[in-house]
């Protein structure tokens, strides 16, 4: 079943984008003798068990009823209220916000099993004893989340407290956690066949390729399955240089394309380089970035909300767009031989904190590679499967067609698998020697892909896509103009990034400190999102698919009385 969406109430909502009233009064666990007895009767089912009504809508109607005939404010209705209980199994907050102080979460009647595992203790313990270092570094939160279970956009920790999932395990979650029509297809090929490899026939891996193939403009019409993004990027690299016969390749600064010894040199950001020789044949050039870059105006993107960067260009005319091209030719002069192997790019960034490039530039990008000799990459691992909104493929926004696409993350809602499409002519450059990978087209990993893409043209999560994104952008944007530290909001669909800064006049990035207090403060209130750009400056908006127009609006007020909260602490 899916998840119940509440109904607005017949009151007059309250904006999301006002502050947040002080309220005086106290908190309903508290003090119910003096209100009316159908609130006491309220209380009594919320401080019992509130799964036990799973009607959220009718606890706020029936608590704004109470107030009114208690002569007193308990709630709000409208599509984002202050509710006297977040719809999560409320923790106390690092501010310490009274329960009715925090916008309402919306309903979902998904009911998580108990967790009966590990304590937090332990698995802490043994995250420090005998897993990747590196995990403790890159562990979200000064409290961790410990989680439990997932259903469509909603996560579960291990106390029972419920998060809207805004991250989607890093753009990967397509179609919602565990979206019953996947699980069903796993669980069907799971009792068949877990495991061959290609140098047998079998069905699902062809079911698969065929299926995915019509998804894709001619030539790109031959696929290379692989199990993550950065080996699809990898192959990538290597389809590239012997197609060509050269070996220099070119990305953009703050691009994030794997982490294997080969795509390091591909990624251009300081966080993810180690202290030894790498790179090699690889260039990074000026990223176009239109906000943070030299040159920007605010008719450059191809997105409901542009920068407000002033600018005189012309209808159609894009004066950063020239002087980004006139960047990349510099490199071309100076830092390459006159043939290259290839360019990669993503359509939109994704670790760079969803960096978006003029109008047209990738056009012109792409004929001049294609001058020198190289093959026009495209990695759609987080911008594919209709997460733009706009377009199945983020390439398509751009108007151009790419010589190979990767691709990874949404393709499997999770389940590790990647692909590189290509074309005839450059696969049969590939036949010079043996290309095998035993786990690549995996029967459960096609049944599952398989059915992400049904699932994607089933439940309209494109559509989705665009009609919710583009939603929280214009949102988004009012509260741009109305706090000083958000510096821009960009992105189609639902790959968004809020770039936060010291001020608008500076552009300079907001601190670590500062981020991190905003950031734990949207997680207190049951709201998951990511963080990036090259200094970690950019909150990473990137939802699983299905969330609802309401899902949206709770968590615009969970933001804005975030940034509010963070701006009165300041002073500000």
Request: charged share 20%; glycine share 10%; net charge positive.
């Given at each position: ?499 936060m800064v010291k001020d608008k006049a500076s552009r300079d990035p907001l601190s670590p400190e500062s981020m991190s207090e905003i950031f734990e403060d949207v997680k207190e209130m049951g709201v998951l999102i990511g963080k990036g750009g090259l200094y970690g400056q950019t909150f990473r908006i990137k939802p699983p698919m299905c969330i609802t127009m309401e899902d949206a609006d709770f968590f615009l007020a969970v933001f804005n009385k975030s940034v509010h909260n963070y701006m009165e602490r300041r002073g500000g």
């Amino acid at each position: 079943m899916l998840p119940v969406t509440s109904q607005p109430g017949s009151q007059t909502a309250r904006s999301w984008t006002d502050p947040p009233e002080t309220h005086t009064h106290t908190h309903t666990h508290t003090n119910t003798k003096s209100l009316h007895p159908v609130c006491q009767l309220l209380g009594r089912w919320r401080e019992s068990d509130s799964s036990l009504l799973n009607m959220s809508y009718v606890k706020s109607r029936t608590a704004a009823r109470c107030g009114a005939l208690a002569g007193r404010s308990l709630c709000r209705t409208g599509s984002a209220k202050f509710h006297l209980a977040s719809g999560a199994s409320w923790q106390k907050s690092a501010f310490k916000y009274p329960s009715y102080d925090v916008p309402e979460m919306p309903p979902c009647s998904f009911k998580p099993e108990e967790y009966k595992g590990m304590s937090k203790e332990h698995m802490m313990e043994i995250r420090r004893r005998n897993c990747n270092p590196m995990t403790m570094k890159v562990t979200y939160y000064k409290k961790p989340v410990f989680t439990h279970q997932g259903y469509m956009q909603w996560l579960w920790d291990v106390d029972g407290k419920r998060y809207l999932d805004l991250f989607a395990g890093v753009a990967t979650v397509s179609v919602g956690h565990c979206h019953p029509k996947v699980t069903a297809a796993a669980e069907k090929q799971l009792k068949r066949l877990w495991h061959t490899t290609s140098i047998y026939v079998y069905p699902t891996l062809h079911e698969y390729c065929e299926k995915l193939a019509s998804y894709l403009p001619d030539p790109l019409k031959v696929i290379y399955l692989t199990n993550s993004g950065s080996e699809a990027n990898d192959l990538a690299m290597l389809m590239a240089r012997l197609h060509t016969g050269n070996y220099d390749i070119i990305t953009f600064r703050g691009s994030y394309h794997g982490g294997s010894p080969q795509t390091l040199g591909l990624t251009s950001n300081t966080a993810y380089k180690y202290p030894i020789a790498n790179g090699l044949g690889c260039t990074n050039t000026m990223c176009p970035d239109v906000f943070r870059g030299p040159w920007g105006g605010s008719h450059c993107r191809d997105s409901p909300v542009q920068t407000t960067r002033e600018c005189s260009c012309a209808q159609g005319h894009c004066m950063a767009n020239e002087q980004y091209i006139g960047q990349l030719k510099e490199t071309f002069a100076t830092s390459v031989p006159n043939r290259i192997a290839a360019f990669f790019g993503e359509p939109i960034q994704g670790v760079g904190g969803a960096v978006q490039y003029p109008k047209n530039y990738l056009k012109e990008a792409y004929r001049l590679v294609r001058e020198r000799g190289g093959v026009c990459i495209a990695d759609e691992v987080q911008t594919g499967f209709g997460r733009t909104g706009t377009h199945f493929w983020g390439f398509q926004g751009h108007g151009v067609i790419p010589d190979m696409v990767t691709m990874a993350k949404g393709i499997g809602n999770g389940f590790p698998m990647g692909a590189v499409v290509t074309t005839p002519e450059i696969a049969a450059s590939f036949g010079q020697g043996v290309h095998f990978n035993t786990f690549a087209g995996n029967p459960v990993a096609c049944a599952v892909a398989s059915s992400v893409l049904d699932t994607i043209s089933e439940d309209g999560s494109q559509q989705t896509s665009l009609k919710v994104g583009n939603y929280l952008l214009t949102q988004l944007a009012k509260l741009r103009d109305k706090y000083e530290i958000i510096g821009d909001v960009r992105g189609k669909g639902l790959m968004i990034g809020v770039e936060m800064v010291k001020d608008k006049a500076s552009r300079d990035p907001l601190s670590p400190e500062s981020m991190s207090e905003i950031f734990e403060d949207v997680k207190e209130m049951g709201v998951l999102i990511g963080k990036g750009g090259l200094y970690g400056q950019t909150f990473r908006i990137k939802p699983p698919m299905c969330i609802t127009m309401e899902d949206a609006d709770f968590f615009l007020a969970v933001f804005n009385k975030s940034v509010h909260n963070y701006m009165e602490r300041r002073g500000g």
